[in-house]
Every structure is written in C-alpha cells, then in structure tokens.
C-alpha cells in the first residue's frame, strides 16, 4: 500500500498515475473537500488533518510500505509530520513537488521571507490589500492593515468554515472573493480592477497554482506584488510523475 498525502491538483495527477501503473494506493486529504475532489482518482480516499501519532498508526493499520508526500508547498507542518512518521517506522518518504514560478525581474515584485514580512510590505504599499494566500494566515494580514487604516479583500475557498472565519476577523461579504482557482490571467485583471486593488499578496503556487497568471494581471495594471517565498523542500523533492514513478518502482 501506498500512502498519498494530497490535496493539491499534482496530489491527484499521482494518485491516478500510481493507480494506474497497478500500485494500491491510500489517498489522504486534509479537508472533506479535499477528499471529494480525490473521488474518481482511483484507490481509496479519507479525510482528515493527521498528527503525528495517527499518521503512524494510519501506516502500520494499513500495511502502508511507502509515502508520498503530494501536498502543497506551504503546507510545511504535514511534510513535517510526514517525514517524522516514515522515520519512526523507517518507511521510505518521496516528496514530490510542483516546480517554483520563475519570477520576472520587475521593481513590482517584491519578496516576502515569511507572512509576517509580506503584511508588512502590503501594508506600506498602500491601498487596498487583495490577499490570495487563503485563510489560514488571515488574521496576520488584518491585523497589520487594521493598524494602517487598509482595507483587506481575500480571495478564499467557497466553503462555510472558511467563509465564518472570514466573519469572525471581520470581513464582510463586499470584502470576500469566494472562489476556487486557479484563475485565468483576464480573470484576476477583471477581480483586481472590481476591487481597485492596491497591492496583491500570493504565495508561490507555481503555474498550476496560477500564481503566473495572477502575476501578470497584476503587472497589467501597474500593481506591486508581494510574493512568499517557498519553504526550503526536503532533499530529493522531485518534481515530475515519470520521475516520480521510477523511484516509487526502485523502492517497492
């Protein structure tokens, strides 16, 4: 049995991949709308976040002989989790992750170690702050743009705990773009001028993730951008499915 860790668009490129190259695969997502957008991949799917004790009863429950950790780039504290698990059970562990956006040499770019630097850089740009980085560092972003008078409008996931959570921090509907990427590049131009943004705030989703796309329209209208940079990946992250299945079939 093979353990995905998922979630992501790629997540579920390998998960059909080993399925079809005949390997039983376990499928894990961290949200049930995680989970359903598995459903069709092939090999069976749960949902739920996993700490460390319950990936590793998860792996010896299941006969699991092989992880593969497909999650997001940013997604730091399962590949953490993940990789702790394989040690303790000295499970092999395979990373597989989307290639980084090449990013253009432009005086609007700007790059942000961590979230709390780029609230600081949205805020100092002026305007309004459309966000793209979810809800999970929200409360970071309207903390900073409360103490400088901004106005946050966040791009977030159409689903009723992310939409609550919004509320909670104070956003109102006229703030929230509830909508699933990625975008096309017409689409984020159009959201930016609706919302007169003032700077855009991304993490580095790579082209899958649309951050391309939000890049250029954002440069279309002589808006900064302020870009998070990536978490180091582990060593031997790799990047393509054949690659990917190559390992996979030297290791089991």
């Given at each position: 049995?093979?353990?995905?860790?998922?979630?992501?668009?790629?997540?579920?490129?390998?998960?059909?991949?080993?399925?079809?190259?005949?390997?039983?695969?376990?499928?894990?997502?961290?949200?049930?709308?995680?989970?359903?957008?598995?459903?069709?991949?092939?090999?069976?799917?749960?949902?739920?976040?996993?700490?460390?004790?319950?990936?590793?009863?998860?792996?010896?429950q299941r006969g699991v002989r092989l992880v593969v950790d497909a999650t997001h780039p940013y997604a730091r504290l399962v590949t953490d989790t993940a990789i702790k698990a394989c040690r303790q059970l000295k499970l092999p562990y395979l990373r597989y992750q989307r290639p980084a956006t090449v990013l253009p040499a432009h005086p609007l770019i700007l790059s942000a170690a961590d979230y709390e630097e780029a609230a600081v850089l949205a805020v100092?740009?002026?305007?309004?702050?459309?966000?793209?980085?979810?809800?999970?560092?929200?409360?970071?972003?309207?903390?900073?743009?409360?103490?400088?008078?901004?106005?946050?409008?966040?791009?977030?996931?159409?689903?009723?705990?992310?939409?609550?959570?919004?509320?909670?921090?104070?956003?109102?509907?006229?703030?929230?773009?509830?909508?699933?990427?990625?975008?096309?590049?017409?689409?984020?131009?159009?959201?930016?001028?609706?919302?007169?943004?003032?700077?855009?705030?991304?993490?580095?989703?790579?082209?899958?993730?649309?951050?391309?796309?939000?890049?250029?329209?954002?440069?279309?209208?002589?808006?900064?951008?302020?870009?998070?940079?990536?978490?180091?990946?582990?060593?031997?992250?790799?990047?393509?499915?054949?690659?990917?299945?190559?390992?996979?079939?030297?290791?089991?």
């Open positions: 049995m093979i353990l995905v860790l998922s979630g992501t668009a790629e997540g579920r490129a390998v998960v059909r991949a080993l399925v079809d190259a005949g390997h039983r695969v376990l499928a894990s997502a961290a949200t049930n709308y995680g989970a359903r957008l598995l459903f069709g991949c092939g090999g069976e799917v749960i949902a739920g976040r996993l700490g460390l004790e319950e990936m590793s009863d998860l792996m010896r100092r740009q002026g305007g309004t702050i459309f966000l793209t980085t979810g809800s999970k560092t929200l409360c970071i972003f309207m903390r900073a743009a409360r103490e400088c008078g901004r106005r946050v409008v966040a791009r977030v996931l159409p689903e009723p705990a992310v939409l609550e959570k919004c509320f909670r921090l104070g956003l109102t509907p006229a703030d929230i773009v509830a909508l699933q990427g990625p975008c096309s590049r017409e689409l984020n131009r159009a959201l930016f001028e609706q919302y007169r943004a003032g700077v855009l705030v991304t993490k580095d989703g790579g082209a899958i993730g649309g951050t391309d796309a939000k890049i250029a329209a954002a440069l279309d209208l002589n808006l900064p951008v302020v870009v998070i940079r990536r978490p180091p990946p582990p060593p031997g992250a790799i990047g393509t499915v054949d690659e990917l299945l190559r390992r996979v079939n030297q290791l089991i």
